[in-house]
Structure formats: structure tokens, C-alpha cells
């Protein structure tokens, strides 16, 4: 008798398990709890509020990741390039004496005033100071080749002009370098000005970083394609790893924006909760996470109008699991 009345009890607590919410391991499938039902009474406690999706604007883009480039390399660039153009001056203006003295001593000894020894002399000094100039000519050729090989051509000569306004934003620190690599087999959008950049990977407080140049040199793992961009308003520390977010070029999206505070997760998967006309409250997958800088950017099955839990979706998440346990009786 005693476990007629035990299977009675349990195939109850089956027949209850069979509910709106019995089916809720499968994660694509709505779910509805009713505000009439016991788990439903407890949105007033839990502070249940919702809010109406508006219509979204956004751009489809992509993430790449990059670093904040320490100067140093470039600083000792510019110092040993204006030192050598320091001596390419000297070495001019030595070339240059030499070339009046020769010329004067020339005339002095066709009058046979001078010595046909003191115009050797005349010769060999001017074909010294000659060979210095074109030394010293050498030298600054080879540190800009050099140079553009590792940096590019714009930065180079930003870095190598004596008074240049773009590198002494680096070098007052108003301005910091950074170096973005773009995933394999992308590239950027040939109108493509700006990205937005954050160096704890959030979007919401991404920063604008403008482009400088295409970097020479291709990342030597992913073989991406690397980017030199500029940022301002932010002190970055040097190679600090950031996470980049680029526009494609391809046109806006429409959609709505979900706040960062609507969304849960289970078994590894984002889920909000949306209010129907009935008053029921539909657990719905968020397929795809497109950070936008107020929370997650989703189009398709989410419209303008949907009325969204923003605060006590946690909760009706744990009732909705909760009612899926059957009780048991105790023994």
C-alpha cells in the first residue's frame, strides 16, 4: 500500500512537470511564465521593471586587436636622423670653403702667386670635404630607408622633420601610436577615417583613434594586415593590449538596442525576458552579441515596441528553472 501511494505521488509530480515550463532545456523555444501564477506573484517583490525596445541605427562591424606602441624606437629615429643632418650641414659648409679656397688658389696659380704644391694641397682638401658631404648624405638616406621599412612613409617624416606639429603631439604626449592588426583576409574600408578602441575591451567606453598609415610590416602568425592609428584624450600605458571595433563599409542595419542589465545567461547562452500583451513573460534567445556602446545591438525576431525586463530578469530566471524541479515527497 505504502508504494501504491508513493508511485501515485510521483507520477503527480511528472504530470506537473509537464507545465509551460517542462520543456525549458530546449533553449530556442519561448518560454512564458503568467504574472497569476505563483512564480509571477513574486515580480512585485523581485522590483520587475521593463522597458520598450526603440528603433537602432548601427553600422555592421568587426573586432581586431592591437597594442599601444611605445615611442622609443621612434625617438631615437629622430635624434640620430637630426644629428645626421647636423653633420650633413657642417659637411656642406666645410665643402662649400673648400670650394672658394680651390677656386681662389686655381686663379693664384695661373698668375703664379701660389705653388703648384699649395694647389695640390687646395685639391686634396676639397675632395676630402667632398667625400664627407656625400658620407654624411649617405648616412641620412640610409636612416630614412631604414625607417620607412619598420614605420612607413608618414611617419617617417613626421618623425624627421625638425619642427613637425604631428610627431610633437607624440612626443608631448597629447597623442599616443597605435599599432591594430586586422584579422586574416580583411581589410579596411577604403573610406574608412576612424575606428573606436578600448583597452579593457568595452564598447560602451571605446575612445575614436584616427588613421595614419598602413604599417609595412603584415603580423608574421595571422599574416593580417597591420594599421597605425592615433589616439588623443586618453592616457594609455605603452603596449597595452586593445581591442579595436571596425566599421566594413557595408551599409546600416536596422534594430534595437538591449541593455546590458536585460540580458542572462544559461548553459552558456544569452537570453532576455519580454513582456507580451497577456502579460506574460517570454524567456527569448539572444542569438548573436553585437556590443553597441549602451549594450548589445539585435535586429530579426527583436522590434521597436517589445516591452524588455530590465531589472529582475535574474530572478524570474531562477523561478522559471525552479519550476522545472518536481518536488518530492519525503519519505
Not at 134 to 143: D, E, G, P, R
Amino acid at each position: 500500500m505504502y508504494k501504491l501511494i508513493r508511485f501515485a505521488c510521483l507520477a503527480a509530480a511528472l504530470l506537473a512537470a509537464s507545465s509551460p515550463f517542462a520543456d525549458a532545456d530546449q533553449d530556442d523555444e519561448p518560454r512564458a511564465m503568467k504574472p497569476a501564477d505563483s512564480a509571477a506573484s513574486n515580480t512585485h517583490i523581485a522590483g520587475i521593471k521593463t522597458q520598450r525596445l526603440e528603433a537602432s541605427m548601427q553600422q555592421p562591424e568587426f573586432s581586431a586587436y592591437g597594442t599601444v606602441v611605445n615611442l622609443e624606437p621612434l625617438v631615437a629615429l629622430r635624434q640620430q636622423f637630426l644629428a645626421a643632418r647636423a653633420q650633413q650641414d657642417s659637411a656642406r659648409a666645410k665643402y662649400q670653403e673648400a670650394d672658394l679656397n680651390l677656386t681662389r688658389t686655381q686663379d693664384l696659380h695661373r698668375h703664379d702667386i701660389v705653388s703648384t704644391r699649395r694647389l695640390q694641397e687646395q685639391q686634396a682638401q676639397w675632395r676630402n670635404d667632398q667625400a664627407n658631404l656625400a658620407t654624411s648624405n649617405y648616412q641620412q638616406q640610409t636612416i630614412l630607408a631604414t625607417s620607412r621599412l619598420q614605420w612607413g612613409e608618414l611617419l617617417t617624416d613626421w618623425f624627421t622633420q625638425n619642427h613637425g606639429k604631428q610627431a610633437e603631439q607624440f612626443l608631448n604626449h597629447r597623442a599616443q601610436l597605435l599599432q591594430i592588426t586586422l584579422p586574416a583576409n580583411s581589410r579596411l574600408a577604403p573610406d574608412l577615417r576612424t575606428v573606436d578602441v578600448d583597452e579593457h575591451g568595452r564598447r560602451d567606453h571605446a575612445i575614436k583613434a584616427s588613421l595614419i598609415s598602413v604599417a609595412p610590416q603584415a603580423d608574421p602568425v595571422t599574416q593580417g594586415e597591420r594599421y597605425f592609428f592615433k589616439s588623443e584624450g586618453r592616457n594609455l600605458p605603452f603596449g597595452a593590449h586593445i581591442t579595436a571595433w571596425i566599421t566594413n563599409g557595408t551599409p546600416e542595419n536596422t534594430g534595437v538596442i538591449i541593455p546590458d542589465n536585460a540580458v542572462v545567461w544559461h548553459l552558456g547562452q544569452a537570453f532576455i525576458f519580454i513582456k507580451s500583451v497577456n502579460g506574460e513573460f517570454q524567456r527569448r534567445l539572444l542569438p548573436e552579441l553585437i556590443p553597441a556602446k549602451t549594450g548589445y545591438f539585435a535586429s530579426g525576431d527583436f522590434k521597436p515596441g517589445d516591452e524588455i525586463v530590465i531589472t529582475g530578469a535574474q530572478t524570474l530566471l531562477s523561478q522559471e528553472l525552479k519550476n522545472l524541479i518536481p518536488s518530492e515527497d519525503n519519505d
